[in-house]
Structures are given as C-alpha cells and as structure tokens.
C-alpha cells in the first residue's frame, strides 16, 4: 500500500517558496509544490494567476470572519478539499468548467449531510 506513496514524485513534497502581495501588503507562502500544482489548477479555472487566487481566498475568508492564523494550512485544506469534490462527483473533472460555475450552497448542503449521516 505504502509504495503508491513512497515511491511518488518526490518532488511533489518539497517546498517552494510564492512572494505575492495582498493588499499592498509584501508576504511569502511555502508550501510543497503539490500544493502549488494544484492551487494552480484551481485559480486556471477561473481565469486567475495563483497570487490573484490565494488574494481572492484571503478576502473571502476575511469576509466570513474565519480565523486565519495559519494561511498556508488553510489553503493545503482548499487544495484537499478540491481533489475530493472531484472524487466525489461534486466538482466537474473538466478543466475547462470554472470552479464558480458549480452551485456552491448545493455542494455544502449535500457535504453537510453526508457528514451528519456518517456521525450519527
């Protein structure tokens, strides 16, 4: 089982560093490039870069009042969250259909209840 993961690209887990600004503001975000690949997919989707990507999720999350004490965990948990939407037939697998073009309240009514389905 393990070999699916030791024995991946392990250029996948190593880290690089993205300088970007957010608000006027200079700031630096390391994740591994897994991450990158993927935030990139993502923002190429809806027609952004990946700065204009994280500096929309940054907002967003400010709007909703989410704490973001830790940025780069949150955006590791937005690349994770993207490839199980895919798995779970809830985002298309057509890269060529934007990410905004999906009924988002739909999609977390449905993950809402699976979720209350599985604790109880």
């Known amino acids: 089982m393990c070999e699916l993961f030791i024995k991946a690209d392990a250029s996948q887990w190593q880290s690089r560093t993205h300088s970007l600004r957010i608000d006027g503001v200079a700031t630096s975000i ?54 199980a939407l895919i798995t779970a037939g809830e985002i298309s697998q057509d890269l060529n259909i934007p990410i905004a073009d999906h009924a988002a309240r739909e999609i977390l009514a449905r993950e809402t209840a699976r979720r209350n389905t599985i604790m109880n």
Do not use: K, P
């Open 30 to 83: 390391r994740i591994e490039n897994h991450f990158w690949d993927t935030l990139t997919e993502i923002g190429q989707r809806d027609g952004m870069t990946v700065a204009q990507l994280i500096t929309r999720l940054w907002h967003e999350a400010m709007d909703a009042d989410h704490d973001l004490g830790n940025f780069t965990s949150f955006l590791r948990v937005c690349c994770a969250r993207y490839h």
